[in-house]
Structures are given as C-alpha cells and as structure tokens.
C-alpha cells in the first residue's frame, strides 16, 4: 500500500507540474477523450488497429536541449481518477509537506483509502486506481 500511495502522489505531482491540461490528467471520471481534431469520443469506441501509429521517441522528450524523456507521461494519461480522488490526492501532498500542519496527514490517508477502497467497478477494472496500480506492477519492461 505504501508504493500504491508513493505511486499516486508521484503521478499527481507530475500531472501538477505539467498543468494537468492535456497531459491526460484532466480525465477525471469524464470517459471521454478528444481525438486529433479535437472532436470528443467514447472511449474504445472507434479504435482501430489500422490508424494506430508507431510513438515517435522525440515526441517524449522534456525539453529538446535538456534530452531528458518524460518517464511519467504514460503514468499520467493512464492513471484513473474516479471523481474527487484528484483533489483527496492534492490534500495529502499538502499534510506530508513539512510546512503544512493544516490537516493530519493520517486522517487524509484514510479518506484517500476509503475511496480508492470501497469504490465501485462495474465494466472496466482499469477504473480502479488500485487495480491499476496492480497492473503495473506485473509490467515487464523485457516482455
């Protein structure tokens, strides 16, 4: 459960330092995604093999002088965020920071379990941060 939590708030503070705005951050609960056009589909619907590209490697990069890859790009656009946990999530960075004694961050961390926890995942398990998280763990980066 630490590395869960560890996992979620790196994942936040990525999404934060990239402003949240198209950098896949900004689902939260919606389902929705925009394609090229910035016309909104369904998700799965209207995915086909046939129009999936190869990921260009330049297109990762940070910065094109630094030659840094952002290793949380796929983290952040696959990460869910069921509604309210975005903002349960920002709250527990601020009651672990040092400065802040506004909270208990112990009391925060319940709340971030009790949601992530007791949520319901009904079609699509990858809904689940958890379960997410779960999937991540068995990634072989050989395989």
């Known amino acids: 459960m630490t590395r869960f939590i560890c996992y979620t708030l790196r994942v936040w503070k990525s999404c934060e330092e990239v402003g949240g705005a198209g950098s896949g951050c900004e689902s939260f609960d919606e389902g929705r995604d925009e394609d090229e056009d910035g016309d909104e589909v369904e998700d799965g619907v209207g995915d086909d093999v046939e129009g999936v590209t190869a990921p260009n490697p330049t297109s990762e990069l940070t910065g094109s002088s630094t030659g840094e890859v952002d290793t949380m790009k796929d983290a952040r656009k696959l990460y869910p965020w069921p509604s309210g946990l975005h903002e349960i999530v920002g ?11 506004m909270e208990l961050p112990e009391m925060v961390m319940l709340e971030f379990f009790r949601h992530v926890l007791f949520q319901h995942v009904r079609v699509d398990v990858f809904e689940s941060p958890l379960l997410h998280f779960l999937a991540v763990l068995g990634i072989d980066e050989d395989t």
């Open 91 to 101: 709250r527990l960075w601020r009651a672990l920071s040092p400065s802040c004694c």
